[in-house]
């Protein structure tokens, strides 16, 4: 008889929150369910805006805090309904509204609201939270923290396999199937421009399957200037977040670049998504196998069509291809790490995020 636990996800997209309920035996693992609950506009709108200095932030962040675990008790109870029967735990990611691992004082932070508390009232149930900080106290850079779990899940002997996670940023874990430890890192922006820019001129809140880039060309101009961010060229452990690929980042390019046409600066944002993912590729993992795609971005056609032209003898493919859909698995991998942190066992991995050592991830509110 295995042990269920719940994974809630809700990334740097800020559309919303995936929750899975998963089966652990032994090392085997099943997804009994999932469940996606959008944000509210008004909720995201706050999000974002947390995402930057703002007026009496210490309240407004309490507050969305508490209306986050809200949305996540509305999908932990979405999946006991489907699956009926005792859960462990629940491992709740938060909400990312700054990520600044290592800077200021050396130490730095990242910050996801949550308010775990307040979950394990509406649940019942025990919550595991705050599953970054411990990382970057160990002098790491919190970020990535799946690729344990992509290892785990998605790792073969003897074959290179490489995962890439396209949600708000993308990250990327380099399975070399052999002696060498498992890297990963955070690439660079993944949905979230394209999203900005999607909403910012057809009103919508991402663009369903590519279509709209696909209409569009690229401009070679704005996407030279837009990888000559130094973050590309940083050598790992490296990772970022909506502090350094915003708005007013794009906005910055495009002032210098007047005239250009919207549906052209979205196939651009396509492409240069694409584009660090295979370049971070090919720099450090050439002998690839096969590139799997998770995240929101893996619905993507266009970019996922860009993906693999930028990867001509790589094939890409969808980590449904090997059992485990794209939205499934952030939510899979944090339920993994709150078993982890249950199991007494570490689930960071330091050739990762630069950390001192692995550590156990979480603090634990009691049922
Ligand atoms: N059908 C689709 N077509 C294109 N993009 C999609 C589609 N579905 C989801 N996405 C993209 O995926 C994002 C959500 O991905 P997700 O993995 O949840 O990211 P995060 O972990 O950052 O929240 C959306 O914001 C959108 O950009
Ligand atoms: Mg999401």
């Known amino acids: 008889m295995g042990e269920n636990y719940i994974g809630l996800m809700s990334g740097t997209s800020i559309d919303g929150v995936d929750g899975v309920l998963v089966e652990f035996d032994g090392e085997r693992m099943q997804v009994l369910a999932h469940a996606h609950r959008a944000f509210d506009p008004a909720q995201r709108a706050e999000l974002l805006a947390l ?5 009496n932030e210490l309240h407004r962040a309490a507050l969305a805090a508490n209306a986050l675990a809200r949305t996540y008790a509305q999908v932990v109870t979405e999946l006991r309904k489907r699956v009926p029967g005792p859960v462990r735990a629940i491992a709740a990611h938060g909400q990312t509204v700054r990520h600044r691992p290592g800077q200021f004082d050396g130490i730095g932070y990242t910050l996801q609201l949550n308010a775990p508390a ?5 649940t019942g149930i025990a919550v595991v939270a705050d599953l970054r900080s411990r990382d970057v106290a160990a002098g790491g850079q919190g970020a990535p923290l799946v690729p344990a779990f992509h290892r785990a899940r998605f790792g073969r002997d003897s074959e290179a396999v490489a995962v890439v996670n396209i949600g708000g940023i993308s990250n990327l874990t380099l399975l070399p199937g052999d002696a060498r430890p498992v890297r990963g890192f955070d690439c660079g922006p993944g949905n979230a421009l394209m999203d900005l820019w999607c909403l910012r001129h057809r009103g919508l809140p991402y663009d369903d399957g590519g279509q709209w880039a696909a209409g569009g060309t690229v401009a070679p101009d704005l996407l030279a200037a837009a990888l ?3 973050y590309f060229a940083l050598p790992p452990p490296k990772s970022t977040g909506r502090d350094d690929f915003h708005g007013a980042w794009l906005d910055g390019l495009l002032a210098e670049r007047p005239g250009l046409h919207p549906q052209d600066v979205q196939a651009t944002l396509c492409e240069l998504t694409a584009r660090v993912i295979a370049d971070d590729l090919v720099r450090h993992l050439p002998a690839t196998t096969v590139l799997l795609v998770c995240g929101g971005g893996a619905l993507n056609r266009e970019l996922m069509r860009r993906l693999q032209a930028a990867l001509p003898g790589t094939p890409v493919q969808s980590s449904a291809e090997r059992g485990l859909p794209p939205l499934q698995v952030e939510a899979a991998a944090f339920a993994w790490l709150g078993r982890a942190c249950l199991h007494g066992r570490s689930g960071s991995l330091k050739e990762v995020t630069g950390a001192a050592g692995s550590r156990v991830l979480g603090a ?4």
């Open 51 to 55: 995402n930057t200095p703002g007026d």
């Open 118 to 122: 307040l979950l394990a009232e509406l």
């Open 228 to 230: 000559r961010d130094p």
């Open 364 to 367: 634990l509110y009691p049922a």
